[in-house]
């Protein structure tokens, strides 16, 4: 939707993920004017990447605006969206709240708990319309959902389907939007953005009602800076941004008399770092800023290889199934994970296979000696199936592991450019327990499992899609950098909601628990 800026409007909101677009809409039904500033672009259903060179140009950089934002650091790689809608444009889906134990740890304040936060939780939940997999007419349960609970039981344990936000349903105008949804078509490619918008990602919600109620969502405005204009309870904060993709550097500002940044873990802290440590324009922004960050237990791309039959990780929802397999020293979450269909072809191309080989040989030498007369005629029949055999992920069951990692790395500048120190090393201990029950889930397939190729020699590095930290709500300055509605010690009118806020790993999926946070700090804003 095109409008034109103002100068001035009552919220200025930075990002429009879970934490951005929950409170545009919540100020924007209030009536407050406001403005979401999005570095990303709008994305269209014929937009998303699908073909090997839209991939090659899939990931983001200001040049080529891509869906995917990819970090890579010493210890850890994180990847993240960038759109109109955050991250909900790629994640896989999962609507899921934490163990109540999660808010006993002290890092979190005092009047946030499980029980507080679980109307906010179902706020979110309903507007998402998150709920358990049914399948569409006419289809199954993914084979990856039945073989994931197969190694589930087998191993003594018991799965459940999980809320997911993706409609199967007949073709509908979308309650929110109006937009117009098919049901899920078990393409597999959640994190490559939903072509027939069966996810239900927040541009078709929680955007859309924002845009609905006069909200003004700007595409493409990367913001480079923040500073207060003096005194900041009457007059806000001036934010100053580039317009992304712009050839002349084109570049704007604009005055929120609140601001709320919402520009993700990595983002947010980046930002708040250099109007701190860099600008210079927020100098009391507290000391906790950039600590604490956690990966959230993340382990990725592991699984059980040469299962005891056919799996095929693309078919369905990216995620539909988990298990709590926490230990009493930790609480773990494991669950099953597709990979989109071109990762996947992508991949059998690339990596090396023996039956494929053979296989490949054999159809091979069978057609050649047919063609030249060799052979008599036959039915080539069993040839062609014999040669897309030997696949290399048919039988491989894909998994991501969560759980309460230490929560022990630090964001920094190096060079006015964002770096993360993290390590494994006081987490082991729940990395091994969780690798104990992947390799029962293995054994109960009849499979070996199979290590990530990032946590093997000689990369010996996490993957994580769901950074936290860094800007914790805290009951002290001395402990995080806002109090528990969000508001920015020592700065009125200046608020953080993202993943940033999360004190500690939540052992599940985060979307949930920052969109529960952002409703609470939400009407809190409204209220003040």
């Known amino acids: 939707m095109s409008n034109q800026m103002q100068s001035t409007y009552d919220v200025v909101v930075i990002g429009s993920g879970f934490g951005g677009a929950i409170n545009a809409c919540r100020l924007a039904e209030a009536g407050r004017s406001v403005c979401v500033l999005e570095r990303g672009k709008r994305w269209g259903k014929a937009d998303f990447p699908r073909t090997n060179s839209q991939l090659a140009r899939a990931f983001w950089n200001p040049q080529d605006l891509g869906l995917l934002d990819y970090r890579v650091f010493r210890r850890v790689d994180v990847i993240a969206g960038s759109g109109v809608g955050g991250g909900s444009l790629v994640y896989f889906n999962v609507n899921r709240q934490p163990p109540a134990s999660i808010f006993e740890n002290p890092r979190w304040p005092r009047s946030i708990k499980k029980d507080m936060l679980q109307p906010y939780y179902e706020m979110s ?21 039945k073989a994931f609970f197969d190694a589930v039981q087998g191993s003594g344990r018991d799965p459940i389907l999980m809320n997911i936000a993706v409609y199967t349903g007949p073709e509908r105008a979308n309650p929110y939007s109006g937009i117009t ?5 078990y393409c597999g490619n959640c994190m490559l953005g939903c072509h027939v918008h069966a996810k239900n990602t927040l541009d078709l919600n929680y955007l859309a009602v924002a845009e609905k109620n006069g909200a003004h969502v700007f595409s493409l405005r990367e913001v480079e800076r923040i500073e207060p204009i003096e005194p900041v309870e009457q007059n806000g904060y001036r934010v100053h941004f580039k317009v992304s993709g ?42 906790a800023l950039g600590q604490g960050f956690s990966i959230n237990g993340d382990l990725l791309l592991d699984g059980t290889d040469k299962a005891n039959r056919v799996i095929d990780p693309v078919p369905g929802p990216g995620i539909t199934s988990g298990v709590d397999c926490g230990t009493g020293e930790n609480e773990i979450w494991i669950s099953d994970m597709g990979y989109p269909d071109s990762f996947i072809w992508f991949l059998e191309g690339t990596l090396p296979s023996i039956p494929r080989l053979k296989n490949t040989i054999a159809a091979a030498w069978a057609y050649l000696t047919r063609t030249f007369g060799f052979s008599k005629p036959w039915d080539y029949t069993h040839e062609l199936n014999r040669f897309f055999a030997g696949s290399a992920s048919a039988h491989y069951l894909p998994y991501l592991g969560m759980g309460t990692d230490a929560g022990n790395g ?25 690798e104990d029950a992947l390799r029962e889930f293995s054994k109960a397939l009849g499979g070996k499992y199979s290590k990530s190729f990032y946590w093997r020699w000689p990369l010996r590095k996490r993957f994580t899609a769901h950074p936290l930290g860094g800007c914790h709500l805290s009951d002290d300055p001395t402990k995080g950098v806002a109090n528990e509605f969000g508001e920015v010690w020592h700065y009125p009118n200046l608020y953080v909601s993202d993943g940033s806020v999360v004190p500690t790993a939540v052992s599940v999926g985060p979307s949930a628990t920052i969109a529960a946070l952002a409703e609470r700090i939400a009407e809190h804003t409204v209220k003040s």
């Open 125 to 145: 939940r309903a507007m998402l319309e998150a709920k358990p997999l049914e399948p569409p007419a006419e289809r199954d349960f993914p084979l990856r959902k």
């Open 181 to 185: 949804q098919d049901g899920c078509v």
């Open 246 to 287: 712009s050839a002349a550097g084109e570049r704007g500002s604009v005055i929120g008399k609140k601001l709320i940044v919402a520009g993700g873990t990595l983002g947010t802290n980046e930002l708040l770092l250099r109007a701190r440590d860099v600008h210079k324009t927020l100098p009391r922004l507290s000391n």
């Open 410 to 434: 630090r964001m920094r500048l190096d060079g006015g450019n964002l770096e993360i120190d993290w390590t494994h090393r006081e987490s082991r201990k729940m990395y091994s327990q969780m």
